[in-house]
């Protein structure tokens, strides 16, 4: 092979328009969490006897909600800043749940079932988004944002 046709190929651009699979399971992870903390709400939400605790509880799951289905969207678009908040609030809301995961190994339930659940949809999601080829369509996908005028 010619040198220049060697060189020409090592400087072509990587196709960051293609979306790797790993990325598209990983946002169908994300979304599929998502989803099935709605059934989970509306059964917490359904013990308030209070009205206020209610308003308050339905406004806080609906930021949460919305933030969430927010940073997936964005992530699918391959926003590499998307995916390490995503990162971030999983480590941070894991550390907060840590003791409610104790407690679902020591009485079962269906709400422990579905937290665990979502936990490691949510933790192999962003495996798959921050191994490869995940990660260097992320990067490539924001320098090639970071160019445009």
Not at 20 to 41: K, M, Q, R
Not at 108 to 120: E, H, I, K, Y
């Amino acid at each position: 092979m010619p040198r220049d046709s060697v060189a020409s190929t090592v400087t072509q651009p990587l196709n960051h328009t293609k979306r790797p699979t790993e990325v598209v399971v990983a946002t169908a992870l994300l979304w599929g969490s998502l989803a099935i903390a709605i059934p989970y709400a509306l059964r917490r939400f359904s013990r308030y006897t209070d009205m206020e605790s209610l308003g308050y509880a339905v406004c806080d799951g609906a930021v949460i909600f919305a933030l969430q289905a927010w940073l997936i969207q964005k992530t699918w678009r391959g926003r590499n800043w998307a995916r390490i908040t995503m990162l971030i609030l999983c480590v941070i809301g894991a550390a907060f749940l840590s003791p409610v995961f104790l407690l679902v190994f020591r009485r079962p339930t269906f709400a422990g079932f579905v937290l665990v659940g979502q936990a490691l949809m949510q933790a192999f999601a962003l495996y798959l988004v921050f191994a490869e080829p995940g990660r260097r369509w992320f990067t490539v996908s924001s320098q090639a944002v970071e160019e445009v005028p």
